[in-house]
């Protein structure tokens, strides 16, 4: 595949994706950190047009002016922004000028990627492309959040994201010893990625499987978010305040547990993999099960044995830079390195992750308290 056709089939998916969609779910916004699908649609297309097209097509004339402030995402060196939690008063532009902002703009994607390419244009295209692909996942788990606060739970599509099954039980026990983390390779990775080194690891025992539904049924029956005892300190405030019982999109209906997915409302399976689980829900079921969350070096080491992709997996490790590793200059720079505090990593990828858009090196990062992502629970001891 070329880099044109991988272009063109990235930005396509994204299109299918919104196929699914009606005019009037283009514009809500339902929390600060869930973004309208107008503005990842937007927003994806300003990053190639920002990144690539003004600096190397020559004369190339920008769709409209006000776009660079409407959606640049966190980019601070690249001016004034639009604030996050006003992202779903963009009534106007409509969708339907979006896409021919994004028609615009694969134009003259097509027009530059058809000439011969330098590395640089390359890189940061491949980087463009990864980008999107990280959005296409937001927009899902962003669209369920605002569909979940609607009385009806109306339904997307057939794929509901949560049916899985782990394939394996038991534990892997990987002995003491030294270990290269990171990656290595000729491909694409994220910058946090890089900055390949050794790290010993005592012996540990990691869970083949995910922790299911029916596991943390159990820990609920068993008062678990009423304990305080498994609770770190900042997730015990966390649960007082928001009061916060069940995992996020759990209700009880007629004394059975349903949860909402994209294809409506629907009673929990509990030989399904938990997921919407922030760290501290993580960190606690760990606690009441006498064991602990593995670290991302743990994670990394086993995950070659492992079955993984269905839940990002929390891990009990902070997003902390790599030996060696540099913050790139200009705007790029702000991409990863300027997040790596108060966040914690996840590994793995979900249901919702776009195909090819996982490693085993991959490091996604988010608050503790953040429960929106396809996110789960592997135990360690």
Known sequence: MTILEHYLDTRHYTEQLCKHLQPEDYTPQSAVFSSPPKWHIAHTTWFFEEMILKEFLPNYK?????????????YNSLGERLKRENRGLITRPNHQTIFEYRAHVDAHMSELLKQETS???????ILGINHEQQHQELILTDLKYTFSHNPTYPKFW???????TSPDAGWLSVEEGIFQIGYKGDGFCFDNELGRHRVFLESFEISKSLVTNAEYI???NDDGYNNPDYWLDEGWDWIQNQKIKTPLYWKQKESLWHHYTLSGLQPVDPDHSITHISYYEAFAFAQWA?????TEFEWEVASKQLVWGERWEWTNSAYLP?????IAEGAIGE???????????LRGASTATSKNHSRNTYRNFFQPNTRWQFSGIRLAK
């Open 62 to 74: 920008v769709f409209d002016d006000s776009y660079g402030y409407l959606f640049n995402s966190y």
């Open 119 to 125: 590395e640089n244009l390359w890189k940061l295209t």
């Open 158 to 164: 057939n794929r509901n994201l949560i049916d899985n």
């Open 218 to 220: 159990d820990f609920m």
């Open 290 to 294: 006498g064991c602990r969350l593995p």
């Open 322 to 326: 790599y030996p060696q590793f540099k």
């Open 335 to 345: 991409y990863n390195g300027k997040f790596m505090s108060n966040q914690m990593v």
